[in-house]
């Protein structure tokens, strides 16, 4: 059974830091590419960042290109997003998110985690 578990949300005060962290687990995820979306407070949820488990390709939305670092320990079956100079829109759900192929729609994602809370503070 497949189980993506994410942690690492929090509150946290604008130009504040955090990271999360996502551990997969239930089946080998070396030939797919595993990711972050979020969801605000009455938004669609969207994404954010992507990865190759090689680690060689990542891909980020506009809004948060420059400040938020995606990584992947394939040893560890982890994946990592360092999110600096957070701002108050960055608030939102995030969710670990693992596909057969890139993609940036929702909709496409084949498994998801049960997502962490964050909230950025002014």
């Known amino acids: 059974q497949v189980q993506l578990v994410e942690s690492g949300g929090g509150l946290v005060q604008a130009g504040g830091s955090l990271r999360l962290s996502c551990t997969a687990s239930?089946?080998?995820?070396?030939?797919?590419?595993m990711g972050w979306f979020r969801q605000g407070p009455g938004k669609e949820r969207e994404f954010v960042a992507n990865?190759?488990?090689?680690?060689?390709?990542?891909a980020y939305a506009d809004s948060v290109k420059g400040r938020f670092t995606i990584s992947a320990d394939n040893a560890k079956g982890s994946m990592y997003l360092q999110m600096n100079r957070l701002q108050p829109e960055d608030t939102a759900v995030y969710y670990c998110?693992?596909?057969?192929?890139?993609?940036?729609?929702?909709?496409?994602?084949?498994?998801w985690g049960q997502g962490t809370q964050v909230t950025v503070s002014t």
């Open positions: 998110a693992v596909a057969a192929l890139s993609t940036v729609r929702a909709d496409r994602i084949n498994y």
């Open positions: 990865i190759g488990w090689s680690g060689r390709y990542t």
């Open positions: 239930g089946r080998n995820f070396s030939m797919y590419t």
